[in-house]
């Protein structure tokens, strides 16, 4: 059964400080992508991550895919309330069906 | 972009009541859909995999008999919860992927509230 572990499952922090959301796998994942979503509404892609050590950046957050493809990484820099959302990372299950599987998704609250 | 609709955003229904869910997308045909369920502070659970014209494909533990799902169209799939308990009260999200693009893109619907009284 493919997993995904995702930690922490919740972060509470203050306005500026920076945050790593990890998620990890012992399977090999052909892409992985990072969604948030709010309070009420559906999860939005963020990004998606196909290349082992791909690093994409979207303004204050940056992304990491392992080299070996099992794991990814979020990283933000100075967090500001607007990030505050559960932060879910999802892999495709290589299935070809265009079925995800998601982490357990990471809780962020940043305070003023 | 692509966009994908449900409705309704909330309903509520009595115990023992049928409810029926809409995803649709809007401006694009969709093969396959899929429905999720999230309970508070928690991840999407994966229900069914909808495809249209043909039947749908539930995941381990899901009541097929109780969770209707038609794909009628290349734009509509419905998700009716049958004979509905208190314990069917969740939040309902569908996403659809694209007949022209990849698979890697699937996009979320904006989810529909169910409390079941």
């Known amino acids: 059964t493919q997993l995904l572990e995702q930690s922490p499952q919740f972060l509470s922090i203050q306005e500026g400080e920076n945050l790593t959301v990890y998620c990890n796998s012992s399977?090999?994942?052909?892409?992985l992508q990072w969604y948030r979503q709010e309070p009420g509404e559906g999860p939005v892609l963020l990004v998606t991550?196909?290349?082992?050590?791909e690093v994409k950046k979207l303004k204050r957050l940056t992304f990491q895919f392992g080299d070996a493809r099992k794991d990814s990484s979020l990283h933000i820099t100075a967090a500001q309330p607007g990030d505050t959302g559960l932060y879910l990372c999802a892999a495709h299950t290589g299935s070809n069906t265009g079925k995800l599987i998601f982490g357990q998704g990471t809780t962020l609250q940043v305070k003023p | 972009g692509a966009v994908v609709s449900q409705h309704p955003s909330r309903v509520i229904c009595k115990s023992g009541t049928s409810v029926k869910i809409e995803c649709r997308s809007l401006?694009?045909?969709?093969?396959?859909m899929f429905w999720y369920r999230q309970f508070p502070k928690k991840s999407l659970m994966l229900m069914a995999t909808?495809?249209?014209?043909?039947?749908?494909?539930?995941e381990q533990g899901v009541e097929k008999d109780k969770f209707l799902i038609n794909h009628a169209s290349l734009t509509l799939s419905t998700l009716t919860v049958t004979s509905a308990h208190p314990e069917d009260s969740s939040f309902y999200i569908c996403s659809a992927v694209g007949t022209s693009g990849s698979l890697y893109e699937q996009y979320f619907g904006p989810g529909t509230r169910l409390t079941v009284t």
């Open positions: 991550v196909v290349t082992g050590g």
């Open positions: 909808s495809n249209e014209g043909s039947k749908a494909t539930y």
């Open positions: 399977s090999v994942f052909s892409s």
């Open positions: 401006d694009f045909q969709a093969t396959t």
